[in-house]
T-cell receptor, first 113, second 112 residues
Framework: GQQLNQSPQSMFIQEGEDVSMNCTSS?????WLWYKQDPGEGPVLLIA?????ELTSNGRLTAQFGITRKDSFLNISASIPSDVGIYFC?????????????FGKGTKLSVKP | NAGVTQTPKFQVLKTGQSMTLQCAQD?????MSWYRQDPGMGLRLIHY???????DQGEVPNGYNVSRSTTEDFPLRLLSAAPSQTSVYFC???????????FGAGTRLSVL
């Protein structure tokens, strides 16, 4: 089946630093979603991207839908302790239904105060 | 606002036992799904439903059954639990034509 390669697997950063993570695929996707999961909770949607080249911000978070439709990245600026958690990308390939949403394996973010 | 509610939050089963994980949403969403989350594996789709009376298999359906008799509820049944089914299970829902899913808080299941 299709897979999303999400990197890095984990990050340890200092408070105030910027963070960048990405997802790549060998297949074309027409939708990219970014979720955050806090410990003991379900994932929460951060940003949704629907067009190639689209750049969308949500506060300190910025995500982009790659021009090739095979990748997406998420940036977090000026990290704070509450940014700790696992970040997941998810993609939907062209013509797929909601049942074809594929998740990456996640990037675990740790922030040192 | 309740959103997506999963019960129970924790469950311990013995091998061979059966149980049902409950999921309910109050947003009138047509689409509902079940995922399992294992360390290092991300979220994997078990079953999903695009509306009452309609269900389909996801990536890892074996050992699980679902039904969708109402828009609000989407229970997941384990007929004969196995240790390989030890995992955290998440239910999610979204509106028709929308891909942004809302997740419940999860059920942590251990099968001994």
């Amino acid at each position: 089946g299709q897979q999303l390669n999400q990197s890095p697997q984990s990050m340890f950063i200092q408070e105030g630093e910027d963070v960048s993570m990405n997802c790549t695929s060998s297949s074309i996707f027409n939708t990219w979603l970014w979720y955050k999961q806090d410990p003991g909770e379900g994932p929460v949607l951060l940003i949704a991207l629907y067009k190639a080249g689209e750049l969308t911000s949500n506060g300190r978070l910025t995500a982009q839908f790659g021009i090739t439709r095979k990748d997406s990245f998420l940036n977090i600026s000026a990290s704070i302790p509450s940014d700790v958690g696992i970040y997941f990308c998810a993609g939907l390939n062209y013509g797929g239904s909601q049942g074809n949403l594929i998740f990456g394996k996640g990037t675990k973010l740790s922030v040192k105060p | 606002n309740a959103g997506v509610t999963q019960t129970p939050k924790f469950q311990v089963l013995k091998t061979g036992q059966s149980m049902t994980l409950q999921c309910a949403q109050d947003m009138n969403h047509e689409y509902m799904s079940w995922y399992r989350q294992d360390p290092g594996m991300g979220l994997r789709l078990i079953h999903y439903s695009v509306g009452a009376g309609i269900t389909d298999q996801g990536e890892v359906p074996n050992g699980y059954n679902v039904s969708r008799s109402t828009t609000e509820d989407f229970p997941l049944r384990l007929l004969s639990a196995a240790p390989s089914q030890t995992s955290v299970y998440f239910c999610a829902s979204s509106g028709t034509g929308r891909l942004d899913q809302y997740f419940g808080a999860g059920t942590r299941l251990s099968v001994l």
